[in-house]
């Protein structure tokens, strides 16, 4: 008998991801989450309002420096997400076959996260001159307007698939210069904490990214009532969930942006407009000096 | 040592009897009916709740005509009308032809623009200078403007094919009647969605005028209806269940209303409301023309502009400078008769906006900041506010937090950039912000960090039917005017 064949395996503490660190809950509560067959996984983060609120605040403090990074900068970074995924595949691809996906579909999921992360990392310095606008106004003057993100966005990750669905609402957010709070699959959390992980390991500041788990049901409300938040978004096709969220939204008109029908796995779940959905427009306007007779007549 | 201060400007002087001869516009140019109907599916038709009310010229209390008002019933015959139209005309309409109808509009403005400039400072109080050199052509260049897009929507949205929503449900404020109505209507028709819109209570008249035109310019019956009433109409409008989107302009109070009355639904909405923009002067200023800015920032329209400069920051170096400037150049405000071509700040709007004015005003003293008031006479009859300004206002007073809607502004210093910047993002609202410096790396520094949808550099209040408008925060959300505004009427598929 080898000495490793008797070695005990290390289980993972899944834990949550707030401010760039790594907390449990603040509530020290746990939910186990389990496959279809009711197989234990792992004790599970049943995150709090308190949770939530932590997450906020490190959210809006790491949205000036995030915002106001060259988007080049923020396309690099992007693009370092992707390469410490791909490095981890194999990780990934065991822990979603451990939530009920053949190998082959894992694979297919990382894969298209990987190619997703890398998609938005190319839209990072180019959307905002595809949606900007110089303005031909009829006055003397200098007007254009520009995207500019919305500021702290509050999501629930598409709860039908654990890594997926929430690389594809993180990336277009973040692309365009939020940060953002993410619940992640209440029925297959594991690999949102993991690729918390892989966040870490990336250069991208703490609190850009703030990964939370636990009930949708239980923390929606907190999502929409947040008078630090500047957007919700939300993706199932729930009609008393959303209607709450947009009637709660109202009391400092968070904008409240619905997915409800994408299909995450192809391509039409990808797209600049994503990137747009979360993005205010400013105009600016200055005078052009329009003084004696010298024109540009040459 | 003291030095003499070399003098080598003209020193205006306000004690001299500099006294303007009055040149009244003639009513007699305008055609007002005694009464008007609801414009429903191409005819002006009584209402079925058989109500009217009277609309009121704000500067003489006189009743002007008297409107249909839109119970449910007529809501319901409105929304039918403008559904029947989308599915049966107007989106089938090849686009060029749609063009073609709006374009008719915006010349039909133009031919009438004297009429509605009359019609819209009688009916609202605003000066005729600024109905006729502000209001009614930049309302008939919005139409002529988005007419042009309703052909070549395809290369607005990359990539993706532009369809319209449906029906459209447009209620607007009496601050600028008839261009907040083409700011509505215009990019809905281009897009091919249908109207149904209701203007203000107190200021139904220049709508009603371009129902007319609407009629005269021979639009497909039912495109565009115009139903007048208060605010129960409007909330007939919100809920019917028929209406594909609901484009707001009015105050936050109302517009968060509006967003918890349709959170059940798949309406869309775009929201434009209230303000308390911040006006900020740097001490390398061009003073004279940023004190013009000031002026133009909160007395434009009696300051009942939701993108109003209505809280003002003066770097501390320059800051006695600036108020007594600001103090000198009040006093040669002209305020009165919205009639006389003369008139600065004429009428506020209504007896109710009045009281809410005075309230603030009497609010600012009460919270201890100091008040001036230019010196002017006011007319005996009519609703009018002397323009007024608040010094040594602190950042959580009322009158520095809240809308008031009014031609009162409330005053800061500042000394640094970052300070500035904290205490004009410091509010609620977000729509707008003026910058005055003349050092152009700050005011690139500034207008990136002001959270507000329209920042104004050494200038303001500028609007174009080009340049998108619409506000950050609980100012609002959607854009108005320019190649944005046309993202809030359109499905991309």
Redesign the interface.
Known sequence: MSISSSRLEILKTYKVYIGGQFPRTESGRYYIASNKKGVALANVCLCSRKDFKDSVVAARNAFAGWSSRAAFNRGQILYRIAEMLEGRKAQFVEELTKQDLTKAAAIAEVESCIDRLIYYSGWCDKFQQIFSAVNPVASSHFNFSVPEPMGVVAAVAPQNTSLLGLVSLIAPIIAGGNTIIILGSTQMPLSAITFAEVLHSSDLPGGVVNILTGKVSELLPYFAEHMDVNAVAFCEPDNAAQQLLKDKAAMNMKRVIIKDDMKWSTATAQSPYMIMDFQEIKTTWHPIENIGGAKAGY | MSKAIKKNTIQLKFDSARVYEPAIESKSAAKIKPVYDLFINGKFEKPLSKKYFNTINPASEEILSSVAMAGKADVNKAVLAARNAYERTWKKMPAAERAKYIYRIARMIQEKAREFAIIETLDGGKPIRESRDFDVPTAA?HFFYYAGWADKLEYAF???KAMPLGVAGQIIPWNFPLLMAAWKIAPALATGNTVVLKPAETTPLTALKLAEIIQEADLPPGVVNIITGAGDTGANIVNHADINKIAFTGS?AV???I??A???TNKKAT?E?GGKAANIIFDDAPLDQAVEGIINGIFFNQGHVCCAGSRLYVQESVYEQVIQKLKDRMETLIVGNPMDKNTDVGAINSREQLATIQRYIKLGNQEGAEMYQSACALPKKGFFCKPTIFTNVAQSNRIAQEEIFGPVLAIQSFRTDDEVIEKANNT?FGLSAGIWTDKGSK?FNL??K??????????YN?F?P?????G??????G?EG???GLFPYVK?V
Not at chain 2, 450 to 459: F, S
Not at chain 2, 466 to 470: E, I, K, Q, V
Not at chain 2, 472 to 477: N, P, R
């Open positions: 260049n990359p990539n993706r936050t517009g968060k209303i967003q918890r349709i959170a059940g929201l409301l609620a005011i207008t990136s002001m959270r507000a949808g329209v920042v104004w550099a050494n200038t500028k174009d080009t340049s998108p408008f619409g950050y925060k609980e100012s609002g959300y854009r320019g190649l944005h991309l």
